[in-house]
């Protein structure tokens, strides 16, 4: 029953986007459910997990902090997502994400990550965690330095129909939300999973 409910919180968010009204609702219970059993697996944290839907319009919440054991979306905000437009012309990159995960080519990288450690940043609050890609689409985030940080061009409510900033690769949310963020994994005794879709 826990499970369904999540599956109906998700789907709500989703396709209560009006861009998205025509497309099929995602799976957001097959995700949940491979989330938890990632992170069992892995020895990462089995209380939460970050779940990112770039399908989303940028101007609406799309950065999920989803809890394992209640199965809800305890937190949720604005991120950004990456111009993809060093190798080309990308005249809808405000309305439609775009993925790539070679080097320097300001692209979103969709799969699974693992957020490493905390670190210094020149952007929003000065924290930045580095992000490791666990799959082929993001393998080279680290090269990239596609880290979570915040930005203070990013809003801490949504702006829709306007877009949020674009980044080159980087879920970059705002001050606010990155406080709420930094304060949860500094607690955290294992790994916790950053997994963005489309």
């Known amino acids: 029953m826990k499970n369904f409910l999540f599956l109906l ?24 459910s491979e989330a938890f059993e990632f992170c069992k697996k892995e020895k990462f944290n089995e209380e939460y997990y970050f ?24 937190d949720k905000n604005l991120v950004t997502h990456g111009s993809c437009d060093q190798f080309e012309e990308n005249s809808d990159k405000w309305k439609k994400v775009k993925f790539d995960n070679r080097v320097d080519s300001h692209c979103s990288m969709k799969g699974k990550y693992k957020i490493g450690n ?31 940080h915040s930005w203070s061009a990013v809003k801490n409510k949504e702006v829709y129909p ?12 705002s001050n606010e939300f990155m406080k709420k963020i930094d304060s949860r994994l500094q607690k955290s005794e294992k790994p916790v999973l950053l997994w963005i879709v489309e």
């Open 118 to 148: 905390r670190d210094y940043s020149s952007w929003g609050i000065n924290v930045k965690y580095w992000l490791h890609g666990l799959e082929s689409t993001n393998k080279n985030a680290e090269k990239r330095v596609v880290v979570l």
């Open 9 to 32: 919180v998700l789907s709500f968010l989703c396709c209560n986007n009006a861009e998205n009204t025509s497309k099929v609702p995602k799976d957001y219970f097959k995700i949940h």
């Open 51 to 74: 779940l990112v839907d770039l399908s989303i319009h940028s101007g609406k919440n799309r950065f999920f902090i989803c809890d394992f054991e209640t199965n809800k979306v305890i």
């Open 162 to 173: 306007k877009y949020s900033p674009l980044s080159w690769g980087c879920p970059a949310v």
